[in-house]
């Protein structure tokens, strides 16, 4: 159910993808649990916070549990939900009320909610190794496109108006009008 960018995105970097059934927490950590029994080095498990197929999301604070017990990373991608969930619109992820962060990234996009074409990767806490590796070994993924002045602005602008109290009201009618519709 992920992104189909997220699963190419895996297969293209590695043949040992291992996929766990859609929001099922019990077949993640059994999966972990066999692979870290052979797998000495990173593991990065991979999901979105909100899956745009059946607008459906995972428990990212079990997600994140279950791989910090197993030594692996969590990638989330937050591109369908940043900017709109969430008290200060970060996303699910704040939702949730996910704190503990040392082996989580967020990835995403600001087309979705914003309307405005950027990609973006946030390391919360200290990772310095991983910027420095990222700098060093990914350059010819970096700046490939980067945001103008113009476009940086108006994500910046549509960020506030989602913060404001005008943003919540209209995200709230959103969400009313999409809950009527299913």
């Given amino acids: 159910m992920c992104d189909r960018a997220l699963f190419e995105g895996a297969h293209y970097t590695t043949k040992s993808v291992i996929t ?13 649990t066999t692979v870290r029994k052979t797998q000495k080095g990173g593991i990065l498990v991979i999901t979105d916070s909100l899956f745009a197929a059946d607008s459906t999301s995972p428990d990212l604070v ?16 937050i591109g369908h939900d940043f900017g709109v969930y969430g008290a200060n619109r970060r996303g699910i ?23 405005v074409n950027f990609a973006f990767i946030a390391l919360p806490g200290n990772k310095k190794n991983f910027i420095h590796y990222w700098k060093y070994f990914c350059s010819t993924y970096m700046f490939t496109n980067a945001i103008n002045p113009v476009q940086s602005n108006c994500g910046l602008a549509t960020l506030r108006m ?8 209209l995200v709230q009618q959103v969400m009313d009008n999409s809950t009527y519709l299913r």
């Fill in 20 to 32: 766990f059934n859609h929001l099922d927490e019990k077949d993640l950590e059994d999966k972990l």
């Fill in 62 to 77: 079990k997600y994140q549990q279950i791989s910090a017990d197993n030594q692996a990373f969590l990638l989330v991608n």
């Fill in 93 to 115: 992820w704040e939702e949730q009320n996910l704190k503990e962060l040392n082996n989580v990234f967020f990835v995403g996009s600001g087309s979705k909610t914003l309307g």
């Fill in 162 to 169: 989602m913060r404001s109290h005008l943003g919540k009201q």
